[in-house]
């Protein structure tokens, strides 16, 4: 392991061999995390009204793993996203992909934001919208409309890519957040509450969407969700935030088999016992 | 539909109206100060269509074209510059404060009074006295973009352009026009001073030496050619508007209904 990271040169190189001899909570012995998040700690502002969010935050995500960071509302969900994409510095502790210490949006990274509403270009069509972030990575054309496509009947947007987002429902607008972040193929992706305001049905189709692009293209997913079923039946492990600062109360691995499906797996005994055991975490006094 | 043809019968109806109130009682008029509009009519062709039409009409409208572009660009450019670039904030920041606080009216006599004589000055004081609306707004509308979109922006890596040219103006667009608009009356306003004041030649010029030489006529016809380019202009920068910011108008609507 220490020998395939020395191929990568790069400053930070020490610092993550350290890390890699001294992994944390790996799911596979031979799994490499592709996100590791070590002692990260989040504090707005400064002096008197210095607010700390999270505080001694470690967890990793595997190449190709689905996790899902659930918690109560404000607990700063947002706030470590943002730290993950680069958006905003922690304030001690890092963040790393493959090592490589985050200090400003990755490349390899896309994030759906909760605001969905507001993350989309008023000005821009749909289509557009969804074309914005790939016009630099230089395309040939046809791939990138066939990207833009793909893309917009994956979340079942195909008829609507000529209206502008403030023409479309809540929902809607959301699916286009997601088009716009699976068009630009990231090998990370990050969502944050991605599926809150779509209907039952939709919801669960872009669940199984979500597993599916994990599966033909390698992605590393990691979503945050208010939805504890979701969070089981779309993840390899979840991820337990609690108290104030924000803490990892537990990750909890989920062995459920694969392909997952929407009326079997929820049905399955064990599903109802990983759901127990999140929502006892989640529900224990802290 | 109805709605639409009651407003549209209102806003044809209403100034056809006014002219022919205006038509009627001034006929018989002897006041030496409101000539009948039938005579002001009179002197409105004979002056400007088109004995003066090449000699003063273009030379006004060409000063506000080219001074009202000029300004528009300039305070675009250096209202992008403030709000970004930190240099610029810190040098400009302060006098665009000091300024916002003062209707943008209030500044023409500054600029009249740094009127010379000739052309270059009423071109330039046309140009700074119409750079500040724009500017201001630019800069405000720059500010105001909403955070989630730089974010994206940074997300998903634009360049430095694309996100002047995709994210930054379009979302300051509304913002910028408003400004323009107010831009173009000061550009106008200071056009027709700027002739009054320090020429001989234009609509304003002839406009006021009609005044000063008592031909009543001629200097009504000369306010009601000014009436119909300021009313022109800004029909034209409304359809203008109106195209570059469609989704804007319809989102707005959108609200609203
Ligand atoms: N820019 C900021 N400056 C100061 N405080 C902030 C800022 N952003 C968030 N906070 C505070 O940090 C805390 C966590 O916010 P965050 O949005 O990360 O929570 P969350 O877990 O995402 O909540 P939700 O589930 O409701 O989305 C909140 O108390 C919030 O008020
Ligand atoms: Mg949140």
Not at chain 2, 9 to 20: A, F, I, M
Request: hydrophobic fraction near 45%; include cysteine; aromatic fraction near 6%.
């Amino acid at each position: 392991m220490t020998r395939t990271l020395a191929t990568h040169h790069h400053p930070g190189m020490e610092n993550s061999m350290e890390l890699q001899e001294n992994p944390v909570a790996l799911g596979t012995a031979a799994a490499r995390p592709r996100l590791e998040v070590t002692a990260l700690s989040k504090t707005y502002g400064s002096g008197p009204n210095a607010k700390c969010v999270i505080e001694d935050l470690t967890f990793t995500v595997t190449t190709g793993e689905v996790v899902c960071i659930v918690g109560p509302s404000g607990v700063g969900k947002t706030t470590l996203l943002k730290c993950l994409a680069g958006l905003q510095p922690a304030t001690s502790g890092t963040a790393a992909i493959d090592g490589r210490r985050i200090d400003g949006p990755p490349p390899e990274m896309a994030l759906v934001f909760q605001d969905y509403s507001r993350s989309l270009m008023p000005w821009l069509t749909v289509r557009k919208n969804v074309r914005l972030p790939l016009r630099h990575l230089r395309l040939p054309a046809q791939e990138m409309n066939q990207r833009i496509d793909d893309a917009l009947r994956a979340v079942g947007l195909d008829g609507s890519d000529g209206k502008y987002p403030w023409q479309l429902s809540g929902g809607m607008q959301q699916r286009v957040a997601i088009a716009r972040a699976l068009a630009y193929r990231p090998e990370i992706l990050i969502m944050d509450e991605p599926f809150a305001s779509v209907d039952a049905q939709t919801r669960f189709e872009l669940e199984d969407l979500c597993l599916k692009i994990r599966d033909d293209f390698g992605m590393t997913i990691l979503v945050v969700t208010h939805d504890i079923d979701e969070a089981v039946y779309l993840s390899d492990r979840v991820v337990v935030l609690g108290a104030k600062p924000a803490r990892v109360l537990d990750v909890i691995g989920i062995d459920l088999p694969a392909p997952r499906d929407q009326i079997s797996t929820r049905s399955l005994p064990e599903f109802a016992e990983q759901r127990t055991t999140v929502l006892s975490m989640i529900r224990k006094p802290a | 539909m109805n709605r639409r043809l009651i407003n549209w019968t209102l806003g044809v109806g209403t100034p056809l109206l006014l002219v022919t109130a205006w038509w009627v009682l001034s006929e018989n008029s002897t006041n030496t100060f409101f000539p009948p509009l039938s005579a002001t009519l009179e002197r409105f062709q004979a002056l400007w269509l088109f004995d003066h039409f090449g000699s003063d009409v273009m030379l006004s409208l060409r000063n506000l074209v080219i001074g009202y572009a000029l300004a528009t660009v300039i305070g675009v450019g250096l209202g992008f510059a403030t709000a970004l670039v930190p240099v610029a904030r810190w040098a400009l920041d302060p006098l665009i404060h000091f300024l916002r606080g003062i209707p943008p009216v209030a500044l023409v006599p500054i600029f009249i009074s740094l009127i010379g004589f000739g052309l270059e000055m009423r071109l330039v004081s046309i140009t700074l006295a119409a750079v500040f609306p724009t500017l201001i707004a630019t800069v405000d509308g720059i500010r105001s973009v909403d955070s989630t979109l730089k974010d994206v922006s940074a997300v998903y890596r634009l360049s430095r352009g694309e996100k002047l040219a995709q994210v930054y103006l379009p979302a300051a667009g509304p913002q910028i026009a408003s400004g323009m608009q107010v831009s173009l009356q000061v550009a106008f306003i200071v056009m027709i001073a700027s002739e009054m004041l320090g020429s001989s030649q234009g609509i304003g010029a002839m406009t006021l030496l009609a005044q000063q030489s008592f031909m009543t006529s001629d200097m009504w016809a000369g306010i009601l050619l000014l009436g119909v380019i300021g009313f022109g202009a800004n029909l034209v920068f409304e359809v203008i508007k109106n195209k570059v910011l469609a989704w804007y108008v319809g989102s707005k609507r959108l609200a609203r209904s």
